[in-house]
C-alpha cells in the first residue's frame, strides 16, 4: 500500500515535471519563431526597408556581422537582378556598400565596399558587364534602422542595387 | 643609547628632512593618477587706466587681464593636476603681487604656486608679462614676455598655461592647440556632417564645410595649416586636403576608386591612406611634393587606418589579414609587417603617440568598446575606458592625453541618440566630456601652435 502510494506521488511530480518543461518550451519555442522570421545566422531575413528594382525583384541582400559572405538566399536575390538586368541591357547601377555601427569607422568603409563587391562580382559571373556597373561604400554612415538592437544592426549590413541612369 | 640622546637624534633627522623639503621647488608627477592636484593661485594680470580703456575700445572686452587669467585657470583646472584657487580669497592685488608678491598672504590661502602678470598696449600690440612664483621657497621660477596682435589674446593665455605646464611637470604642455572634428546634427539616418575647428579649450569653434556632402575623418598635418579627410563630393568619396587658411579643397592623387582613412607623415611631405578596389583595401602613400604614389600593403585582407611613428620609421595600422581586425607595425617601406595586437577581442584605430612610446587603440569585445594603450610590440595592454560605445583615440601632442568620441544608444523609438567628444589622461584619470555646440565625432589634435 505504501509503496503504491510512492509510485503514484512519484509518477504525478514526475508527470507535473514534464508539463512545466513542456509549457517552457512552448513558450521558448515562440519567442525563437518571431526571431527566426526575421534574423537566420545573423542575417537578416526580413522585408524591412526592402524596395523592389522590379516586380519581384528585391534590390538588396544582406550579411552576417564581419562578413561579405553571400548566403543562398542572397544569391537567389542576386540572379533575379541578373535578370532583370540582361533584360534591360541599358540600364547601369551603383551597387552601395554598408555595415552597421558596432564597429570603427574606417574599417567599416573598408567593409561596405567588400560586401558591395561581393554583390557585384556575383552579378558578373551571371553574365552583366562590370562597365554597367559601380561600387560605393557608405560604411556605417547610412543606416535604415536607427535603433540600437541586433534586429536593427542586422538591416543595416546589406548591399543595395540602385538604378543610376 | 639613551632615551633621550636618540629622541633627539630622531627629531634631528625628521628636522632634516622637512627642511630639504622646503627648499625643493614645486614638482608636478603626471605620471601617476593626482588624487592631489596641486593648489594654484592664478591671479588677474595687472593693466593700468589707459590700457584698460584702450582694451576696451579695441576689442570690446572689460578687464583682459582678468580675462587672460581665466584662460590660464580654466586650462590649469582641466588637466586634472591643478587646483586654482577662488580669486575672492586673494589678498594682494595684481599690481603689487607681479613686482613683490607677500609670499605669507598667498601661503594663507594654502596656494603653493602663484602666478602673476601684466597686460600693456603699446604702437597696437599688446605686450604680456608673466611669472610663475614658488609661494612656499619664496623664488620666482619663472618670468616671460610676449608680444601679439591684440585679437590673440586668448592665444597669451594658452602659452602661459603650457610654460607653467611644464615648469611645473617636466613636460611640454598641450594647451597652444586645436581640434578639428566632425560636427552632427540630424536623424541618425540622414546625419549632415560638417568639418569643424576649434581652440582646445572649446573656444573659437568655426565650421570649414557647409554640410552639403558627408565628410568624416579629418586629421592635422603637423605643420598645423593643412588637414586631410575624407569626403563624398559628387558622390564619389575620396581623400581630400584643405588649407585652414585659404579654405581651398584639394583631392590627393586620382585613384579610380574610394581612398580613404587619410594621415600625414610626420614631416608632413606625404599623405599615407587606405585605397579600396575589388573588394580588397590597402595602404597607399603620395607624395605631395613630385605627387608619386606609392604601394604599401599588398595582401587581399582589409589594410586600413595607417599611423606613423614620430620618426618616420614605422607604420601601425589595422588588419583583418589573420581573419579578425588587428593592430599590425611595418616599417615605412612595407617590410617586416608583425601583428602586436593578441588580446581577446577585436582591435582598430591604431594611432602612435608622438613620445614615439605606445599606440593608442579601440578594442570590441564581447559587445563593449574600450580605449587602450599598448607598447610598440604590443605588450603592457592597459584599458583606459570602457563604454557602450566608443572609438578612434587621438594624442595630445605631448602624448599624455588622448580625446576620442562616444555614442549613445538609442530607445525604443529610435530617438536618444548622441555623439560627443570626450578626453582622458593616459593614467586613465580625468576622463572630460568637451562641450561642442553640435554633436561631435571623429577629432584629431594638432601640434602645439607654438613652434
Known amino acids: 500500500m505504501e509503496l503504491s502510494k510512492i509510485y503514484k506521488n512519484t509518477f504525478l511530480i514526475v508527470l507535473l515535471g514534464f508539463l512545466l518543461t513542456a509549457c517552457a518550451t512552448q513558450k521558448k519555442v515562440t519567442t525563437d519563431q518571431k526571431m527566426d522570421s526575421q534574423i537566420q545566422g545573423d542575417v537578416y531575413t526580413g522585408t524591412d526597408g526592402v524596395k523592389y528594382l522590379a516586380d519581384g525583384v528585391p534590390d538588396r541582400v544582406f550579411f552576417a556581422t564581419n562578413e561579405s559572405v553571400l548566403t543562398t538566399a542572397s544569391r537567389e536575390t542576386l540572379r533575379k537582378q541578373a535578370k532583370w538586368l540582361r533584360q534591360n541591357s541599358e540600364v547601369t547601377i551603383v551597387i552601395e556598400g554598408h555595415a552597421d555601427e558596432r564597429g570603427t569607422r574606417e574599417y567599416n568603409l573598408a567593409l561596405g565596399e567588400r560586401r558591395a563587391n561581393a554583390a557585384k562580382d556575383y552579378l558578373m559571373t551571371y553574365g552583366i558587364s562590370s562597365s554597367r556597373m559601380t561600387v560605393l561604400s557608405y560604411g556605417k554612415e547610412r543606416p535604415v534602422d536607427s535603433g540600437s538592437t541586433p534586429l536593427a544592426w542586422s538591416k543595416n549590413r546589406r548591399s543595395v542595387t540602385v538604378k543610376a541612369n | 643609547m639613551e632615551v633621550n640622546e636618540k629622541n633627539t637624534l630622531f627629531y634631528f633627522c625628521l628636522f632634516l628632512i622637512f627642511q630639504t623639503k622646503s627648499f625643493s621647488l614645486i614638482e608636478v608627477d603626471i605620471t601617476r593618477g593626482n588624487l592631489d592636484p596641486l593648489p594654484v593661485a592664478v591671479s588677474p594680470l595687472f593693466s593700468d587706466e589707459q590700457t584698460h580703456s584702450d582694451l576696451k575700445k579695441k576689442l570690446n572686452i572689460n578687464d583682459l587681464g582678468l580675462e587672460i587669467s581665466k584662460v590660464v585657470e580654466n586650462n590649469l583646472r582641466q588637466s586634472g593636476l591643478f587646483n586654482p584657487l577662488n580669486k575672492d580669497a586673494f589678498l594682494q592685488k595684481p599690481d603689487i603681487a607681479h613686482l613683490k608678491p607677500r609670499f605669507e598672504d598667498w601661503a594663507l590661502i594654502k596656494s603653493q604656486a602663484l602666478i602673476t602678470g601684466k597686460v600693456i598696449l603699446k604702437d597696437d600690440k599688446l605686450r604680456v608679462e608673466f611669472r610663475l612664483w614658488d609661494v612656499l621657497a619664496g623664488k620666482e621660477m619663472l618670468a616671460l614676455a610676449f608680444t601679439t596682435v591684440p585679437k590673440n589674446w586668448r592665444r597669451i593665455g594658452h602659452i602661459i598655461s603650457d610654460k607653467v605646464y611644464e615648469r611645473l611637470t617636466g613636460e611640454k604642455g598641450y594647451f597652444d592647440t586645436r581640434i578639428i572634428y566632425v560636427s552632427e546634427e540630424g536623424p541618425k539616418t540622414q546625419r549632415i556632417k560638417k568639418l569643424a575647428i576649434m581652440d582646445q579649450d572649446g573656444f573659437n569653434n568655426k565650421y570649414l564645410t557647409l554640410g552639403n556632402e558627408l565628410v568624416l575623418t579629418p586629421r592635422f598635418s603637423p605643420t598645423n595649416q593643412?588637414?586631410?579627410?575624407?569626403?563624398?563630393?559628387?558622390?564619389?568619396?575620396?581623400?581630400?586636403?584643405?588649407?585652414?587658411?585659404?579654405?581651398?579643397?584639394?583631392?590627393?592623387?586620382?585613384?579610380?576608386?574610394?581612398?580613404?582613412?587619410?594621415?600625414?607623415?610626420?614631416?608632413?611631405?606625404?599623405?599615407?591612406?587606405?585605397?579600396?578596389?575589388?573588394?580588397?583595401?590597402?595602404?597607399?602613400?603620395?607624395?605631395?611634393?613630385?605627387?608619386?604614389?606609392?604601394?604599401?600593403?599588398?595582401?587581399?585582407?582589409?589594410?586600413?587606418?595607417?599611423?606613423?611613428?614620430?620618426?618616420?620609421?614605422?607604420?601601425?595600422?589595422?588588419?583583418?589579414?589573420?581573419?579578425?581586425?588587428?593592430?599590425?607595425?611595418?616599417?615605412?617601406?612595407?617590410?617586416?609587417?608583425?601583428?602586436?595586437?593578441?588580446?581577446?577581442?577585436?582591435?582598430?584605430?591604431?594611432?602612435?603617440?608622438?613620445?614615439?612610446?605606445?599606440?593608442?587603440?579601440?578594442?570590441?569585445?564581447?559587445?563593449?568598446?574600450?580605449?587602450?594603450?599598448?607598447?610598440?610590440?604590443?605588450?603592457?595592454?592597459?584599458?583606459?575606458?570602457?563604454?557602450?560605445?566608443?572609438?578612434?583615440?587621438?594624442?595630445?601632442?605631448?602624448?599624455?592625453?588622448?580625446?576620442?568620441?562616444?555614442?549613445?544608444?538609442t530607445d525604443s523609438d529610435g530617438k536618444g541618440f548622441s555623439a560627443k567628444l570626450w578626453s582622458i589622461d593616459l593614467t586613465g584619470y580625468n576622463e572630460r566630456l568637451i562641450d561642442t555646440e553640435t554633436d561631435a565625432s571623429d577629432p584629431s589634435w594638432s601640434s602645439l601652435l607654438t613652434n
Do not use: C
Request: charged letters at 25%; zero cysteines.
Open chain 2, 226 to 409: 593643412m588637414v586631410t579627410y575624407l569626403s563624398y563630393f559628387r558622390n564619389l568619396p575620396r581623400v581630400y586636403l584643405l588649407d585652414i587658411e585659404t579654405g581651398i579643397q584639394e583631392v590627393v592623387g586620382d585613384f579610380p576608386g574610394m581612398t580613404f582613412a587619410p594621415r600625414f607623415s610626420p614631416d608632413g611631405n606625404k599623405v599615407i591612406m587606405s585605397f579600396a578596389k575589388d573588394g580588397n583595401s590597402d595602404i597607399y602613400t603620395m607624395d605631395l611634393e613630385n605627387r608619386i604614389v606609392e604601394r604599401i600593403t599588398n595582401h587581399p585582407s582589409i589594410d586600413t587606418s595607417p599611423s606613423y611613428s614620430p620618426d618616420g620609421k614605422y607604420i601601425t595600422f589595422n588588419s583583418d589579414r589573420s581573419g579578425y581586425q588587428q593592430i599590425y607595425v611595418m616599417k615605412s617601406d612595407g617590410s617586416k609587417v608583425k601583428r602586436i595586437s593578441f588580446g581577446n577581442g577585436l582591435y582598430g584605430t591604431p594611432v602612435w603617440s608622438p613620445r614615439g612610446d605606445l599606440i593608442a587603440f579601440t578594442k570590441l569585445h564581447k559587445g563593449r568598446f574600450y580605449i587602450g594603450v599598448m607598447r610598440t610590440d604590443g605588450k603592457g595592454e592597459r584599458l583606459l575606458t570602457e563604454n557602450y560605445y566608443q572609438e578612434a583615440p587621438s594624442w595630445s601632442p605631448n602624448g599624455r592625453v588622448l580625446i576620442f568620441y562616444r555614442e549613445t544608444k
